[in-house]
């Protein structure tokens, strides 16, 4: 396994499945909500940044409009200067609809004009009409041209700062951005420069003569109108390449509009440069009708103006439609992706559940010997794999168990039967034993044998006797049989007995009784009087010296047995087989202590008989303390459950043999 994949491991198996799952979920997310994140926001920039272009458009609508009455307005007083008397009302006319258009924009600027920072400019253009305004009455054929030409560069200035300010002038689509050129640059520019041929033209007309800077200058702006006509027209075909749906709707109108701003040409250079027969018409009508065809041509050209403002329009429409539906489509699917795969991982997760609570089943049944089934899951994956294999190898270990157990009882009934037929013959031996050794017929020397043979017999009838003890807790033929017990007086009876065998090893016997304990409980006394004794005949045992502590005490409602000594200890290492059947420490041929190894063993299951527990602590050459936790009073104890109670005692019992801790039951 590759080095750099153990710590992602190390850290899986230190997690719960639904930690894992979490955790996964998480790492994926991440990334994915920083890339979906970045997306929505380039998305929403992109929209404000096509409807911050669209807020110019808006503004450009009657911007262009007033351009277009200034334009027509310069045309008219320069004809009114030059001897058309009858444009007057013409003039007033003009006026009017320009007051009006400032009160248009003025509505538009009270929306649009701190957001496109314009405000101050518009202010300049309003200013600069009402000074022209006022001074229309006293103007000259040239100081009309001059003051008209710099409201209309302001006014243009003015488009042009908008279309900078709207993000219009960034635009990053091809087509909209050759018509945005036209819109705010080169579609203006040509119809500035044809409304100065108008007025100019005009002028021209008005005086006795045409001098030789009156047709440089015609010349010049016929020159600029048409190329800067010429150049709108080829930022048309560019963005027809690009968007070939823009030529069905623009090209014909296009076309037809470059037609009619070069009549205005044409027209300049058939009137004017020309001079008219002044037989077939005076110079009145001449600038009448030079007027009038003008400024058809340039009503015409501010008509195609808003086609193309308008086709513009759309098509940011259009793209903000796009981004928005293609937000909508992107969280849509990152909704369903995500609803998926919440779908998936629960569940996963479930079906991971399912596979480990059958498998935490098939062990409980093994730890509460119910023996096994056949698991049945639904998952095919590894896991459940694992889990029908653990299962099959479950049903081979309870098998085996059930067989142990078996064997064990058989042993143990054996034990039972035999330890009985072996109890008759021994205690008549005993019998007769103590007959011969009080009888007085016998001489010292046969006295001392047969007080050997009597000790030994002794000895082994109670080794018979703790065999038959332990069969009979595994059989279920030993009962608790709880009764009132006076714990004080059981007490002193233990310690008088137990004292005299300590005393003949030189030891001492301590005793000490809780006074929180009740006068009376509900316990079997003669197996507290049993668990004692073995533990304190235990101590002396393996005990050279000192002194014995024998503690009764209370802990809230449990009963706590102890009892101490200073003696040899018992290694770690062994602490945990110090209750098995038959264990000794010393194992040896040469060991120094006499015993079979059974006290500790009966000891351990009698206190799981009366649910109590037993604890030990010991370090070697310091001594050993045994700690027996019972309840304070047994309850009844029903003899219908006996084999019951024997089997549980006796898996407790062979649980904790395999146990490396220190057995509590």
């Known amino acids: 396994m590759p080095r750099f994949i153990s710590p992602a ?102 929306s649009l004009g701190s957001v496109l920072a314009v405000s101050e400019a518009w202010g300049e ?106 150049l709108n027209q080829r930022n048309y075909e560019y963005a ?42 005076t110079k009145t009508e001449t600038i009448k009708s030079y007027y009038t065809q003008t400024s058809q041509a340039l009503d015409a050209s501010y008509d195609f103006y808003n086609q193309v403002t308008a086709a513009m329009d759309n098509l940011l429409q259009v793209r903000i439609n796009g981004f928005v539906q293609g937000r909508t489509v992107i969280l849509v699917i990152a909704a369903l992706a995500l609803a998926a795969t919440i779908y998936v991982f629960a569940g996963f997760y479930l079906s991971v559940k399912g596979t480990i609570a059958a498998l935490a089943q098939a062990a409980e049944r093994i730890v509460n010997q119910r023996g096994t089934g056949d698991l049945v899951l639904e998952s095919r994956d590894e896991l459940a794999q694992a889990a029908i294999a653990f299962n099959n190898v479950a049903k081979g ?130 197996r507290i009087s049993q668990i004692v004794t073995n533990l304190v005949t235990n101590a002396i045992k393996f005990t050279e010296s000192g002194a014995i502590n024998m503690v009764f005490k209370r802990r809230d409602e449990r009963f706590i047995i102890q009892v101490a000594d200073p003696g040899i200890g018992i290694p770690q290492s062994k602490q945990h087989l110090i209750f098995d059947d038959f264990f000794q420490v010393d194992s040896t041929s040469t060991r120094s202590h006499q015993g079979a190894g059974l006290g500790l063993a009966i000891v351990k299951r009698l206190v799981l008989l009366m649910n109590g527990t037993i604890n030990l602590t010991s370090e070697v050459g310091k001594g050993s303390t045994f700690t027996i936790e019972l309840p304070l009073n047994l309850p009844s104890y029903n003899p219908g459950d006996r084999r019951k109670q024997a089997e549980h005692v006796f898996a407790k019992s062979m649980s904790s043999q395999s146990d490396q801790s220190v057995p509590v039951a």
């Open 240 to 281: 027809y390449d690009y968007n070939p749906t823009l030529r069905t709707q623009l090209a014909d109108s296009s076309n037809r509009n470059a037609q009619v701003l070069t009549s205005i040409i044409d027209s300049l250079n058939s009137t004017i440069m020309k001079p008219a027969d002044a037989e077939s018409s």
């Open 125 to 230: 253009v309003k200013t600069q009409w009402a000074a022209l305004r006022e001074m229309t009455p006293s103007l000259t054929p040239v100081t009309n041209i001059e003051t008209h030409s710099a409201l209309s560069s302001k006014i243009q200035s003015l488009i042009t700062q908008v279309g900078n300010n709207s993000n219009l002038i960034l635009d990053p689509d091809i087509d909209t951005y050759y018509l945005m050129s036209s819109v705010i640059t080169t579609l203006p520019s040509a119809l500035n420069y044809f409304s100065q041929l108008q007025s100019n033209g005009i002028a021209a007309l008005g005086n006795d003569t045409f001098s030789a800077s009156d047709e440089t200058r015609l010349v010049i702006l016929s020159q600029l109108a048409q190329s800067n006509l010429d």
């Open 397 to 526: 270990l309870d098998l085996a168990r059930r067989e142990s157990v078996e064997a064990v009882r058989m042993k143990d009934l054996f034990l039972a039967t035999m330890s009985h037929e072996l109890r008759t013959p021994l205690n008549a031996m005993i019998g007769f034993l103590h007959l011969m050794i009080f009888s007085g017929q016998m001489d010292a020397d046969n006295t001392h044998m047969a007080e050997r043979a009597l000790a030994n017999t002794q000895r082994l009838l109670s080794l018979i006797n703790n065999i038959l003890d332990l069969s009979r807790i595994a059989t279920g033929g030993l009962e608790i049989v709880p009764s009132t017990m006076e714990i004080r007086y059981v007490a002193a009876s233990l310690y008088g007995d137990l004292k005299l065998l300590a005393q003949e090893k030189s030891l001492r016997l301590e005793l000490d009784v809780d006074q929180t304990l009740p006068e009376k409980m509900n316990q079997d006394e003669s």
């Open 9 to 110: 491991i190390i850290l899986m198996n230190r997690l719960k499945y639904l930690q894992k799952f979490l955790l996964i979920s998480v790492l994926f997310a991440i990334p994915l909500t920083t890339v979906l994140t970045q997306y929505l926001v380039n998305v929403e920039h992109d929209i404000n940044f096509s409807a911050k272009e669209r807020l110019g458009v808006v503004y450009n609508a009657p911007l262009v409009e007033l351009f277009k009455l200034v334009g027509k307005h310069t045309a008219a007083v320069s004809a009114f200067l030059s001897g058309g008397q009858t444009f007057e009302t013409e003039i007033q006319s003009i006026q009017a609809a320009i007051d009006t258009q400032i009160e248009v924009v003025n509505k538009v600027n009270d």
